[in-house]
């Protein structure tokens, strides 16, 4: 990793130029991910009559864990894109692309189609998805391909929320 030179306790810390590289990363992952909620959300009637299981949790948490889950996935996605060229980083990469469009897909197959059965398809190719991101990114960087397993675990229990929340409507 490029450093700026400086250490404290002998960690070598990122120059101002590659923080602002990860906060380009972090940003863009959060918009694309983001995108989908213009689409519809956990404010329409339609969902507010579905019955949700005990464990579903408080609206508020569903945009705070996915910012968090969205900057680390920015900033696992800076560490592969640094990366020295390689066919693991190309399939690393596309990997990445392809996991966010079923993530971004699912939004609109839950709220845009009203349909917990095509999103739970959706969810569950996702979760496949990430699991092979993950490998791809593990032959690239260990420490991205880290950074995922928070999002594979979110991934988890969102596959067992929309399946209990098809089941029980």
Same mark, same amino acid.
């Given at each position: 990793?490029?450093?700026?030179?400086?250490?404290?306790? +002998?960690?070598?810390?990122?120059?101002?130029?590659?923080?602002?590289?990860?906060? +380009?990363?972090?940003?863009?992952?959060?918009?694309?991910? +983001?995108?989908?909620?213009?689409? +519809? =959300?956990?404010?329409?009637?339609?969902?507010?009559?579905?019955?949700?299981?005990?464990? @579903?949790?408080?609206?508020?948490?569903? =945009?705070?864990?996915?910012?968090?889950?969205?900057?680390?996935?920015?900033?696992?996605? @800076?560490?592969?894109?640094?990366?020295?060229?390689?066919?693991?980083?190309?399939?690393?990469?596309?990997? !990445?692309?392809?996991?966010?469009?079923?993530?971004?897909?699912?939004?609109?197959?839950?709220? =845009?189609?009203?349909?917990?059965?095509?999103?739970? =398809?959706?969810?569950?190719?996702?979760?496949?998805?990430?699991?092979?991101?993950?490998?791809? !990114?593990?032959?690239?960087?260990?420490?991205?391909?880290?950074?995922?397993?928070?999002?594979?675990?979110?991934?988890?229990?969102?596959?067992?929320?929309?399946?209990?929340?098809?089941?029980?409507?």
């Amino acid at each position: 990793m490029a450093t700026s030179g400086s250490t404290r306790s +002998g960690i070598d810390l990122p120059s101002r130029d590659e923080l602002l590289r990860i906060l +380009g990363f972090v940003v863009l992952v959060n918009l694309v991910g +983001g995108a989908a909620a213009v689409i +519809g =959300g956990p404010g329409s009637e339609w969902f507010a009559a579905l019955e949700k299981p005990w464990f @579903y949790p408080p609206s508020w948490a569903f =945009g705070v864990v996915w910012t968090l889950l969205f900057s680390l996935l920015g900033v696992a996605l @800076y560490r592969v894109w640094r990366a020295d060229e390689s066919r693991d980083r190309t399939i690393a990469l596309g990997a !990445f692309v392809l996991q966010m469009v079923f993530n971004v897909a699912w939004t609109p197959a839950f709220f =845009g189609l009203e349909s917990p059965g095509i999103a739970l =398809g959706v969810i569950a190719a996702l979760w496949v998805l990430v699991v092979g991101t993950i490998w791809a !990114f593990r032959r690239v960087d260990r420490t991205a391909a880290a950074l995922l397993v928070p999002y594979l675990l979110w991934v988890s229990f969102a596959t067992v929320l929309n399946y209990d929340i098809w089941r029980l409507n």
